[in-house]
């Protein structure tokens, strides 16, 4: 477990305008944090993917963005909830090109290459929940005063 | 340089612009799911009722902070639909953080023509640079 040092931001996941939204403040934070360009683009893409799978196939939640510290790290926890109908096979849901939403079939698996941690916790008819943490890397953010 | 994220929460339709037989079409930030799906049908019939026959579509991309599987998804299908109606789609200036994201994510689209920038697009598509007025009298072969 990672000691969150601020406070949860909580983020609907309802509609396109939604998933805009939530791709400009996991951008904003990320920058914030000082990940470096590709690190944000992996990230937001990747919360991207993740906040229309809730969106498309959970028929919508929430995404809760938490800061984490670990020593001198500085990291980003994602997390996106639906109370959809939940990942029958879950090995199946990851397999590159598998969809059933007219998709790509790439997000789970695509989304899960693009950050350091990846977990999934689905329940049979009591939704899903794609958690997702990243570090910065590198040398600390400019702005953070560094160690 | 930090994020600069362009409040641009543009959810109108994107603008096609012809130039000559290439029609351009510039993205610029965030990208409503819905204005991307509306832009896949815009072009589409505008090759198809263009008085002047369409031969290329040129996406710039340089405003594009990223691309997921559906935006993904969305380009590879407004080049195959553009493909049928016998015109060539050319991405342009993808970022290089877009580039290795796609890569990542698993999404190479393959089959889709790019190029560094729209003016290198267009002379991909056999046309002078529409910035210098010195036109190329013999084109082609």
Same mark, same amino acid.
């Given at each position: 477990?990672?000691?969150?040092?601020?406070?949860?931001?909580?983020?609907?996941?309802?509609?396109?305008?939604? &998933?805009?939204?939530?791709?400009?403040?996991?951008?904003?934070?990320?920058?914030?944090?000082?990940?470096? &360009? #590709?690190?944000?683009?992996?990230?937001?893409?990747?919360?991207?993917?993740?906040?229309?799978?809730?969106?498309?196939?959970?028929?919508?939640?929430?995404?809760?963005?938490?800061?984490?510290?670990? +020593?001198?790290?500085?990291?980003?926890?994602?997390?996106?909830?639906?109370?959809?109908?939940?990942?029958?096979?879950?090995?199946?849901?990851?397999?590159?090109?598998?969809?059933?939403?007219?998709?790509?079939?790439?997000?789970?698996?695509?989304?899960?290459? &693009?950050?350091?941690?990846?977990?999934?916790?689905?329940?049979?008819?009591?939704?899903?929940?794609?958690?997702? #943490?990243?570090?910065?890397? +590198?040398?600390?953010?400019?702005?953070?005063?560094?160690? | 340089?930090? /994020?600069?994220?362009?409040?641009?929460? /543009?959810?109108?339709?994107?603008?096609?612009?012809?130039?000559?037989?290439?029609?351009?079409?510039?993205?610029?930030?965030?990208?409503?799911?819905?204005?991307?799906?509306?832009?896949?049908?815009?072009?589409?019939?505008?090759?198809?009722?263009?008085?002047?026959?369409?031969?290329?579509?040129?996406?710039?991309?340089?405003?594009?902070?990223?691309?997921?599987?559906?935006? /993904?998804?969305?380009? %590879?299908?407004?080049?195959?639909?553009? @493909? =049928?109606? %016998?015109?060539?789609?050319?991405?342009?200036?993808? @970022?290089?953080?877009?580039?290795?994201? =796609?890569?990542?994510?698993?999404?190479?689209?393959?089959?889709?023509?790019?190029? =560094?920038?729209?003016?290198? %697009?267009?002379?991909?598509?056999?046309?002078?640079?529409? %910035?210098?007025?010195?036109?190329?009298?013999?084109?082609?072969?």
């Amino acid at each position: 477990m990672h000691a969150p040092i601020t406070s949860t931001t909580r983020l609907p996941i309802g509609s396109d305008a939604d &998933l805009a939204w939530v791709r400009q403040q996991v951008r904003q934070a990320a920058a914030d944090l000082g990940f470096n &360009l #590709v690190q944000q683009t992996k990230l937001v893409t990747a919360a991207s993917e993740l906040a229309r799978n809730a969106l498309v196939h959970g028929g919508g939640g929430h995404m809760e963005m938490t800061v984490l510290a670990e +020593g001198a790290h500085r990291g980003l926890r994602l997390s996106f909830v639906d109370a959809g109908p939940g990942i029958r096979d879950v090995e199946l849901a990851m397999t590159d090109g598998y969809t059933t939403g007219g998709g790509l079939g790439m997000g789970l698996s695509g989304a899960k290459r &693009l950050v350091k941690e990846f977990t999934l916790d689905t329940r049979p008819g009591q939704g899903t929940t794609v958690t997702i #943490v990243d570090w910065v890397s +590198g040398l600390p953010a400019p702005r953070t005063g560094a160690p | 340089m930090t /994020g600069l994220p362009a409040m641009h929460p /543009g959810p109108g339709p994107v603008p096609v612009l012809a130039l000559g037989d290439v029609l351009l079409v510039t993205l610029q930030g965030e990208l409503h799911d819905g204005a991307a799906e509306q832009l896949q049908h815009d072009i589409s019939r505008r090759i198809a009722s263009s008085p002047v026959p369409v031969t290329g579509v040129v996406i710039d991309l340089s405003g594009v902070e990223i691309i997921d599987s559906f935006l /993904g998804r969305v380009l %590879a299908e407004i080049a195959a639909s553009a @493909r =049928l109606l %016998a015109a060539r789609t050319i991405l342009a200036g993808m @970022r290089p953080a877009v580039a290795i994201t =796609l890569v990542e994510l698993g999404l190479t689209l393959p089959g889709l023509s790019t190029a =560094l920038n729209v003016e290198k %697009a267009l002379s991909l598509l056999g046309r002078a640079s529409s %910035a210098a007025p010195t036109a190329h009298l013999e084109e082609g072969a």
